[in-house]
Every structure is written in structure tokens, then in C-alpha cells.
């Protein structure tokens, strides 16, 4: 999961906000994570 771990970094970074776990988009959202994939606008 390193690979995971340095995506949601990289996120951070960048300050995307990623969704909750129910798929929610949160405001801000340029992408979500769904199943460990990356779906992005």
C-alpha cells in the first residue's frame, strides 16, 4: 500500500480533497477515490 500511501500525499499536497468512504463528494472535489482507483473531475 506505498504506492496508496504516497497518492494520498500527493493529494495533500496539492490540497485535493478526496470524498468520504460513502462516495460523497466533498466541496473542492477534483477526484474521489472509489475501490482504491483514482477518479478524477
Do not use: A
Not at 500525499?9 to 477515490?33: A, Q, S
Amino acid at each position: 500500500m506505498l504506492d496508496y500511501e504516497k497518492f494520498l500525499l500527493k493529494l495533500k499536497k496539492i490540497k485535493i480533497l478526496i470524498t468520504d468512504v460513502d462516495g460523497v463528494w466533498t466541496p473542492g472535489t477534483l477526484g474521489y477515490i472509489e475501490g482504491g482507483e483514482e477518479i478524477k473531475y
